[in-house]
């Protein structure tokens, strides 16, 4: 079938190129006119402008956006008034779904439909295709299947799990109509809640590999430093990227995550090229305010978002107290930092 | 070459195929005779005692231990006045490190060398092979690799990691030295601690997605309960066998821990099965020492760890403690516990 | 001067009394007669009507409500229309900041002014006198001084902090300013969220005395429970309502609060009153809401409130899929809860 | 009664004053032999070597040691050829309740006594006197009260318990036996646990309060940075001397570690005198061991324990692991640090 995209960053190209190898036709547009010409050598429908992508679509339009959170609204009322009754816009970004649930509501009236896609896979999904959760009506989900099987990865990208074959849908294909609108956007969320928490929990577990040979360290001796007791528990030089790599096979924690983590250390044993300060896009966040809104208990993931927040050294102020507070209780004076671990 | 195998639950009785099907010898004893003749008829040699144990084997030999933890020690005084310089003892069990190190230094002038392996794989092991992680001298570790390649599950098991090609290792074969004494039951510690942290990340995060339809729940109206501001946000009926499946192909959160959990959930929707009482076996607790000890922030592996001790009534006097200070300051009664949720 | 006040609950009635102990006059309303005649009997004026409430009280009208949070805004509703240019609306109940903003922006071209008051002191206020966190406009707050000061405990309640006497300012009276609209329960919220982490401190560190003498007891051996490996190191049967009382004196932790855990623990030395179900009411919600927008890590304080949310059974699902992976991967069966812990 | 004190620091020397001061006779100790001639102008008596001291002082002899914890098994080693059956020995410094264990059974067939005692109180103790939790010999402790008395804060410290008068003790004086050998300083390490957990809630809180303007802040707009929704919500610059002074009155969250805090932020508004490195002595980490041990949650006692470690950067590397999942997976680069806050 035919597809408008909209946004030709890493994504957008690769989902593009992706679905015209499955013999779908794309109309595509950027504000960066490079990237639309290059897709059109690719066979791709290269559009000008807005109007000149609105009128190269057949009708009903079915209209994908893959554009940065923060420039969905701008697009979508830039594109509105070129859209007819019946036309389809579907959001493939990391949305927050209330404004899903919202501009659902807005479009309603218009007779635009309004399709929210969470869209999981990162710079890989060209290759493995891409994990799909999709929140809205059920028909005009239903009408887009083609699309969605397209770029999914499809059932045979994993072995299958028991007792599925007598269930199907499209779940082990990888997509999934999750709900009404909204919904696709909830699922990814909460989906980049867990990977918050997968992460940190290979970093902390790997850290503490990393630090298993504090025994063999010199350890200050000061009425402020607590001493190791039993130091000859701590004398092992580990090899990262061999231990992320064994436990990639046979093991309870074989993940994709940590295949990536083996490439990493495999690369850069000390991580020397990173600095440590973790971005957080939102979706992290976002999975908090969910779960105290619905009174679930998310230590694990909460502890995940704000070892973010602390790599980027929003604890200052709040490390500043307790010492202010060790100073006025015990005359406890702060230890200047230790020659920096050799990175 | 020839291993003897004592102890013959479903770990060692897998194990023992596994290594017989790779063309390696047995000999095997177990308190429990039927299970040492149920192995005999599969080719390996039963021994009715420790001393015919002994005796079948060839010298040096190679035992290897698979009883529990609690167990070894015990084990261990029986086998070793019939053991002799040169002879081999593996615990292929669970371990806490601090007791490797301890009985290899007891071991060491007896001329008996001790070997920790740190064996994952579950009861899937005999199926997708065992991920082994090892600990022990040099010399005697390297003569042990027939057994640790065989129980492996072998480098075909999982996609290559770019680069490795130029390193090479046993790790990519699935089992691997990791260090001296105590090194293999060390990083399978961590390796159950990070295994805590992820089975708490996606349980956490399935619970958020569980209750997202909370706001269509008549809530209760009185000054011990906080109202929802925005029910209309969780108006979702999700369907989590369906979402789990649909990670498992091109998420960045797809993990055989993953696959487990689709599988769990298609077989049982609301898991009504289970009580949620979760034990806990002793490496999530030893890794958070160890985290401790070396300083290691491990707020994720820390939570998890605790979840489970909350699941089996451990915060009781911590909540009534809670609530009686509420009552102190407040005047605020507990609420009793509404009706139970249909589970 | 003067001041109406709707809402006769205790916190209402007992700030009538103090006030008027401090010689103000206040006429009171509440749709329970019996409360309003029973203040009349002390002095007050009390109004049958918000009608004859309105009338009875002098111009410009300085009315304060204290109403559950979730009634402030049908208050305000019903008494808007009998007020007039220049009126004050005080809100004193626990309402959530972002309403606040909403309310004054919203009363604004009517002319009326609002003040938010976030009110800590529970039962004890009427005696200890109330602390007050204001937030509203400088002119509308100043003018109601007199009032605050009369609620507050005053500045002979603690001994003055050192250097305060170059500073004066109302705050070591016990109310403050704190800024423009929703200030006052902002600052009143983050002191809810402090105090659900100072609670969990002490009923976390107060558990783990309770159950000190765990190696005393008789330990269940089977695969499922970590052995305690030094029992000897657990053999203390320690008096909490002693614990507590020393600590009230000289120590570090001393505070209102372990006042009242060495009452409770007095009384009830078991706690077995209660069966620690603790509820929340809100702010220590928002906190963490407030924590993730502006990105301030918060563990501590979010881990406070999930313990709270666990106490509920709000993790049972989660427990169930714990339980639920554990069979999957290691074939381990759920244990049953032992005979309850003799309360 | 008469004590002899080896170890003159601040503690040391202050307890000494504040004994002499009710009337006691101290025999005192110090390498430094200045603090022991400084002493001596008050009316110690002063000893020159330990020989000299054990000489001066009366048998039975009851000898106090106040030296860091990592020092008391030397100076135990030293003194104890010169002790006879019958004298003890208190170590009142912050030992690991495990070597008061050990040691009491190590004393035992000498027949010297063996008494521990937590003490807290820091540097205010001489004025405020200290808080005492005291393990050992019912008979011993029984005989050292006048000392324990001396030293405690006394009844008047504090308003009067509801109920305590039925039952009386030495608690509400301040000092407490909580048990047999280690039960003191087990009571001091969890007393220390809950001083982590109380401080890391106000220092989040406070943190929260802090950062209450970000909603006027310029903020980035970028891939990497979550943009704030509402920033009409964070548009507060509140007072943290003032907040703090007004809870020290009448709120639920009045103690004595917010007086301090209300000092420090008086003084020292943004802290800037402080880098924000934490030090941890050893009670916070053996907290959480005695938690786990006993299966108690602690999470929120943990939660501080670890923000002290991030505060000192051992979360460097697991940082580094998570920004190199995040470029692995999704191309994300680091951002580098914005302008440093103004502290």
Same mark, same amino acid.
């Given at each position: 079938?035919?597809?408008?995209?909209?946004?030709?960053?890493?994504?957008? /190209?690769?989902?593009?190129?992706?679905?015209?190898?499955?013999?779908?036709?794309?109309?595509?547009?950027?504000?960066?006119?490079?990237?639309?010409?290059?897709?059109?050598?690719?066979?791709?429908?290269?559009?000008?402008?807005?109007?000149?992508?609105?009128?190269?679509?057949?009708?009903?339009?079915?209209?994908?956006?893959?554009?940065?959170?923060? +420039?969905?609204?701008?697009?979508?009322?830039?594109?509105?008034?070129?859209?007819?009754?019946?036309?389809?816009?579907?959001?493939?970004?990391?949305?927050?779904?209330?404004?899903?649930?919202?501009?659902?509501?807005?479009?309603?009236?218009?007779?635009?439909?309004?399709?929210?896609?969470?869209?999981?896979?990162?710079?890989?999904?060209?290759?493995?295709?891409?994990?799909?959760?999709?929140?809205?009506?059920? @028909?005009?989900?239903?009408?887009?299947?083609?699309?969605?099987?397209?770029?999914?990865?499809?059932?045979?990208?994993?072995?299958?799990?028991?007792?599925?074959?007598?269930?199907?849908? /499209?779940?082990?294909?990888?997509?999934?109509?999750?709900?009404?609108?909204?919904?696709?956007?909830?699922?990814?969320?909460?989906?980049?809640?867990?990977?918050?928490?997968?992460?940190?929990?290979? +970093?902390?577990?790997?850290?503490?590999?990393?630090? @298993?040979?504090?025994?063999?360290?010199?350890?200050?001796?000061?009425?402020? /430093?607590?001493?190791?007791?039993?130091?000859?528990?701590?004398?092992?030089?580990?090899?990262?990227?061999?231990?992320?790599?064994?436990?990639?096979?046979?093991?309870?924690?074989?993940?994709?995550?940590?295949?990536? +983590?083996?490439?990493?250390?495999?690369?850069?044993?000390?991580?020397?090229?990173?600095?440590?300060?973790?971005?957080?896009?939102?979706?992290?966040?976002?999975?908090?305010? +969910?779960?105290?809104?619905?009174?679930?208990?998310?230590?694990?993931?909460?502890?995940?978002?704000?070892?973010?927040?602390?790599?980027?050294?929003?604890?200052?102020?709040?490390?500043?107290?307790?010492?202010?507070?060790?100073?006025?209780?015990?005359?406890?004076?702060?230890?200047?930092?230790?020659?920096?671990? @050799? @990175?």
């Amino acid at each position: 079938m035919e597809l408008g995209m909209i946004g030709l960053g890493r994504m957008g /190209t690769n989902m593009v190129l992706r679905l015209q190898k499955a013999g779908h036709h794309c109309v595509v547009y950027d504000t960066n006119q490079e990237t639309v010409q290059g897709l059109a050598k690719e066979g791709a429908v290269g559009a000008t402008s807005l109007e000149d992508f609105a009128k190269k679509l057949k009708k009903p339009r079915a209209v994908w956006m893959m554009v940065p959170a923060a +420039a969905v609204d701008t697009t979508l009322k830039t594109i509105l008034p070129l859209l007819e009754p019946g036309d389809i816009l579907i959001d493939g970004g990391n949305s927050y779904y209330h404004d899903d649930i919202r501009r659902a509501a807005d479009l309603k009236p218009k007779g635009i439909h309004y399709v929210d896609v969470g869209t999981s896979g990162g710079v890989w999904g060209s290759e493995r295709g891409y994990c799909l959760m999709i929140g809205g009506d059920d @028909a005009v989900v239903r009408g887009l299947e083609p699309i969605f099987s397209a770029l999914a990865p499809g059932i045979e990208e994993a072995p299958r799990t028991p007792g599925r074959e007598k269930v199907g849908g /499209t779940a082990e294909h990888g997509y999934l109509h999750c709900g009404p609108s909204g919904a696709g956007h909830f699922v990814k969320m909460i989906h980049n809640g867990i990977e918050y928490g997968m992460m940190a929990s290979y +970093a902390e577990g790997l850290n503490i590999l990393h630090r @298993a040979n504090v025994g063999k360290q010199k350890s200050t001796v000061d009425a402020e /430093t607590t001493p190791l007791r039993d130091p000859e528990h701590y004398a092992y030089d580990l090899n990262l990227a061999d231990i992320t790599e064994v436990w990639r096979r046979g093991s309870v924690i074989a993940s994709w995550l940590l295949d990536l +983590a083996a490439t990493s250390l495999l690369d850069n044993p000390d991580l020397a090229k990173f600095a440590g300060r973790v971005s957080d896009s939102g979706e992290g966040r976002w999975t908090i305010k +969910a779960a105290i809104d619905e009174s679930v208990p998310a230590p694990v993931l909460s502890a995940a978002l704000y070892e973010r927040f602390s790599s980027r050294g929003e604890d200052d102020f709040a490390d500043k107290l307790l010492s202010a507070l060790r100073f006025q209780f015990g005359g406890h004076k702060e230890k200047t930092a230790p020659q920096k671990e @050799a @990175a």
